[in-house]
């Protein structure tokens, strides 16, 4: 009996670039209602593949800094940025006082 093979998936770069294709066929809006959802259903799928390949690519920088003895790696977003403002040179909070 043979195995049945998936077709590998395609790498981060290619499932961002067909995501990005899917993007605007779907805000064009002249997409016939069935070709609409199977275009956004494929870029669910596209998307999970995008984020998958993220976060192993994350794991994975990870992985190197704890071997090389790095600092440990720090969350990083949006929130960041405005805690940075509050803090002065020292790290200290600017706001603690005005409480």
Known sequence: M???RQPKAPDFETS???LEE???RLEQGDLPLEEALSTF???VGLTR???SALQAAQ???E???KRSGEIAAEPFGVDSESDSETEDATGD???ADEE
């Open 41 to 43: 259903e494929r870029g």
């Open 63 to 65: 992985i190197l800094l």
């Open 2 to 4: 043979a195995a049945s």
């Open 49 to 51: 593949e995008c984020q």
């Open 16 to 18: 961002l670039a067909l």
């Open 93 to 95: 909070d600017l706001l």
């Open 59 to 61: 794991q994975k920088v």
């Open 22 to 24: 899917l993007v605007q």
